[in-house]
């Protein structure tokens, strides 16, 4: 077979220069040419039929069954039901069982011991292949006149090629409402007429719609085995041998490139290629080799390259495609395997479709990808056609385990939602939806693994800032706080006043009587801390101020415990308490609220006063304690919520009380 630049070589070649290319004669080429011209689906005849001896004898033994009136004898000839360029067909009553025959004979004019050898080889080979796909030859002999007679099974049907694409025809005679389906299980039918036929080592050579017949029930017949040659040595020498037929034959629409005879063997492959050219024509509603001229139908079969329109089944045509290869060895090996492929895409047409339906959205989500839209509005979109996508995936997959495109379309639809999330920032959803495919690509399970643990360790560090702030909040707790506060800061304020007051009543003062201030402050300060725990340890701010308090009392006790020891004034040792507040306060308002800076200077003030004017210390202590007060309140009050709180809380019990008293009421 010539190779892919000789096919456009051959475009530049005179016909007589292609007559030569395909061993012809330049008259044989242009009376083919002539005959594909008018009638392209025609079937072309060998030039020359061999009349081996061998099918001289084979024709010699049929001379015995010759009688006085032949086998027509027995038949009563009716009309003319079918003629072509050799035969003709007769429609007759065989008396002998009384029945309709279909009865084949030769035209008048065709009577010679090649067309004769022609239709007894036709008959040789249908009586051969039994098969319900096949006519039945009921009887074969010669007439008296010595030429042959063939008594078929008569169909009452129609030639396929009148209904392959006639939708309401095949609806009207068989009720079926999907042609494509009617005509693939025809197709199918074919198959196995023909794998019959290379069993036995016959070629047809001549596969079209033509050479079906369509009963009147749906019945399928495969006819006109004139071409057919044999596969194996035939001693009979009813069969030219396959090896011997070099010469162009068959129908140019559907022929595979071996059978222009120029190279090439012709085997089980090249019927393939007619089964995939008949597929061909259910698919695109024509033949896969049509031109203006016989050159062009010849580079179209040595090209044998097809395209598609939209809408064909892709899985179809990818039958077609690989049915009707240029090299034969790239064709299915048989026409059973052609047909187990025919009945898989059967089987699961539905699955199919699913699967088809889902690809689409799975365009649309690529296409939706490319538009550089508003990034929530493609992300919206793009979530909705994969869920429509992967809904019709999984049907698919549910009805036909085994349909690969579904499987394959899943994965590419998956794994194009995985890298858009990951290009988003949001590896949650990519690692959602890689958890769908049962086998992950490694590269992509790895960017999104790597993308979680940078995701993971994100989280982690706002979780620690979130708790920091959280500890920082001064607004947290800062109610309980601001109560707790208040509660010790007028009690502060009053006990330096009571204090003094002792002081200048009881003299000498007892050196004990510093020690019960301190305690009777801590006491305080402790059972207020025990109302307001669950509060004032929630944040770092709350502890913190209780860490002051506490670190103010121990130092002020340790003043104490000194003064003691160093037999200092008690007048002395109350104003170095106004040094301890002053710089715990200085503490306080440097590392916990900076809102402090009045009592600082309050304390500040009060210490240097006290120097001066021993005899003020508690007034002076009072005062700080007072502004120290003061600056808690204005510092952690909020007026508008704190007042709404408190309404809301008198609410409250208002709405208990009047509750009980109903439940009182109703109790009496």
């Known amino acids: 077979m010539p190779h892919e630049e000789d096919v456009s070589h051959l475009l530049t070649l005179s016909e007589d220069e292609l007559a030569h290319t395909l061993e012809m004669t330049p008259v044989h080429f242009a009376e083919i040419a002539r ?48 003629e072509g360029g050799m035969g003709i067909v007769r429609i007759a009553m065989q008396r002998s069982l009384g029945r309709k025959v279909a009865v084949k004979t030769l035209r008048s004019k065709m009577k010679n011991e090649q067309a004769t050898l022609r239709l007894l080889r036709e008959a040789w080979v249908t009586g051969a292949l039994e098969h319900p796909n096949i006519v039945p030859v009921y009887d074969l002999g010669l007439d008296e006149d010595g030429s042959p007679i063939i008594v078929l099974k008569h169909i009452e ?156 089944p892709s899985q179809l045509a990818e039958l077609a495609s690989r049915a009707m290869s240029r090299s034969a060895t790239d064709r299915f090996a048989s026409a059973d395997e052609l047909r187990k492929q025919l009945e898989w895409y059967l089987r699961h047409r539905g699955s199919l479709a699913l699967s088809a339906e889902a690809l689409l959205r799975v365009e649309e989500m690529r296409r939706e990808l490319g538009t550089g839209g508003a990034p929530d509005v493609v992300r919206d979109r793009v979530h909705h056609l994969f869920a429509e996508a992967r809904f019709g995936f999984r049907q698919a997959i549910r009805a036909c385990d085994d349909n690969e495109a579904a499987r394959t379309g899943l994965r590419e639809a998956t794994e194009m939602v995985v890298v858009f999330e990951l290009e988003r920032g949001t590896p949650e959803a990519a690692a959602a939806a890689l958890a769908e495919l049962e086998t992950p690509p490694p590269e992509l399970a790895k960017r999104v693994s790597d993308a979680m643990r940078l995701r993971e360790a994100d989280r982690q560090r706002v979780a620690t800032l979130e708790r920091l702030s959280a500890q920082l909040d001064p607004t947290t707790g800062q109610r309980t706080r601001l109560v707790a506060g208040g509660m010790v800061g007028v009690f502060w304020t009053i006990v330096p006043e009571v204090c003094g007051w002792a002081y200048r009543t009881y003299q000498p003062t007892p050196r004990w009587m510093p020690y019960v201030l301190t305690c009777v402050f801590l006491g305080v300060a402790v059972l207020v801390g025990l109302w307001g725990r669950e509060s004032l340890s929630k944040t770092a701010v709350n502890r913190r101020t209780q860490a002051v308090g506490l670190a103010m009392f121990a130092a002020q006790l340790a003043l104490q415990v000194g003064g003691n020891l160093l037999e200092m004034k008690l007048l002395h040792v109350f104003i170095l308490y106004l040094h301890t507040w002053f710089f715990s306060t200085v503490v306080f308002a440097l590392f916990v609220d900076r809102r402090f800076g009045p009592s600082v200077a309050a304390y500040f003030t009060a210490f240097v006063g006290a120097c001066i004017a021993p005899e003020h210390v508690w007034h002076l202590m009072s005062a700080a304690n007072f502004v120290l007060t003061a600056n808690l309140l204005v510092a952690w009050s909020r007026p508008a919520e704190d007042g709404a709180f408190l309404m809301g809380r008198m609410r409250e019990r208002r709405e208990r009380r009047e509750l009980a008293r109903k439940r009182s009421r109703g109790a009496r």
């Open 35 to 82: 005959t594909v011209a008018r009638n392209p689906g025609s079937t072309i005849e060998p030039e020359r039929l061999r009349s081996s001896a061998a099918g001289k004898r084979a024709l010699e033994g049929l001379g015995g069954e010759r009688s006085a009136p032949g086998i027509a004898g027995g038949l009563d000839m009716g009309l003319t039901i079918g």
């Open 157 to 312: 049907g129609l030639a396929w090629s009148e209904l392959i694409g006639d939708a309401a025809a095949v609806k009207e005679r068989f009720g079926a409402v999907d042609l494509l389906e009617h005509n693939l299980r025809i197709l199918v039918q074919l198959c196995n007429a023909v794998s019959l036929a290379h069993s036995r080592g016959v070629l047809h050579r001549d596969l079209k719609p033509d050479n079906v017949m369509i009963g009147r029930f749906g019945e399928v017949y495969l006819v006109d085995w004139g071409i057919a040659v044999s596969m194996n040595p035939d001693p009979t020498g009813r069969l030219p041998l396959a090896a011997e037929a070099t010469e162009m034959a068959g129908t140019p629409s559907y022929m595979a490139p071996e059978m222009l005879g120029t190279s090439g063997k012709l085997d089980e492959r090249t019927d393939v290629y007619l089964l995939g050219a008949i597929l061909h024509e259910i698919l695109v509603g024509r033949p896969p080799h049509l031109g203006e001229s016989f050159p062009q139908i010849v580079t179209s079969i040595l090209r044998s390259s097809f395209a598609f329109p939209d809408g064909v």
